[in-house]
């Protein structure tokens, strides 16, 4: 059973440009969660997704960040006009459900710079 | 609304030596309270996870972790530091609403 994968595990972008990092679950998971790790600070939730629903999006930036998880194909947390604060680490983790005792699964991580 | 403090952001022990992270969290219902370990540019791996069954709880590469309600800590500790245990810990809660981290404890081991 393959685990969490995230792609791609490294992205380079420019100022202003758009960046699209993609998560697909273990199977069988319905939920998924996205975190940001700044370096030496720990994670911060970001968004809570199930299929084709935003479920909790409180630890979201108001502008320029969306994600989704459509019914068919990965989870996508998209950046629009990034700028050199948005460099960090951006973790996925499933679940397959909602249980507070369930522990996460979480990917690799994508490591954006923003240069 | 749920919270964990992780106090310590680096810990420095010898190989061999007790390994003691601190973990205190604040939850208004009880916690479900998790350690998970990130080893360089990697993601988070699940140590062990507290759900109520046990005050004690074992996890794996020899850790384990003590639920103390009336000090609303969650420690982890291992008898005797390896070289591979070098990495950072994050505690993390689930109570009344999704997870929540701490900031991390990063342990390094001397040899």
């Known amino acids: 059973n393959a685990g969490v994968m995230q792609n791609p595990r490294h992205l380079v972008r420019r100022r202003g440009q758009e960046a699209r990092l993609r998560c697909s679950p273990m199977?069988?998971?319905?939920?998924v969660y996205w975190y940001r790790q700044l370096p030496e600070e720990g994670l911060k939730f970001m968004v809570y997704?199930?299929?084709?629903?935003?479920?909790?999006e409180s630890g979201m930036p108001k502008e320029r960040f969306s994600a989704e998880f459509p019914k068919e194909g990965p989870s996508i947390l998209r950046i629009q006009q990034v700028v050199r604060g948005d460099s960090a680490a951006y973790f996925c983790?499933?679940?397959?459900?909602?249980?507070?005792?369930?522990?996460?699964?979480f990917g690799p991580g994508t490591r954006l710079t923003v240069t | 609304a749920q919270s964990v403090t992780q106090l310590g952001s680096h810990v420095s022990v010898s190989e061999g030596a007790l390994v003691l992270l601190r973990c205190n969290y604040s939850?208004?219902?009880?916690?479900?309270l998790f350690w998970y370990v990130q080893y360089p540019n990697q993601g988070l791996q699940l140590l062990l996870k507290?759900?109520?069954?046990?005050?004690l709880v074992k996890g794996i590469n020899g850790f384990e972790a003590e639920f103390k309600k009336s000090e609303t800590s969650f420690h982890l500790t291992k008898p005797s530091a390896h070289m591979s245990d070098a990495a950072e810990y994050f505690c993390?809660?689930?109570?009344?609403?999704?997870?929540?981290f701490g900031a991390g404890t990063r342990l390094t081991v001397k040899p």
């Open positions: 507290y759900t109520s069954a046990a005050t």
């Open positions: 997704l199930q299929k084709e629903n935003i479920i909790d």
């Open positions: 199977k069988g998971h319905s939920h």
């Open positions: 993390a809660v689930s109570g009344s609403g999704d997870m929540r």
């Open positions: 983790a499933s679940s397959p459900d909602r249980a507070l005792w369930d522990e996460q699964y």
């Open positions: 939850s208004s219902v009880p916690p479900y």
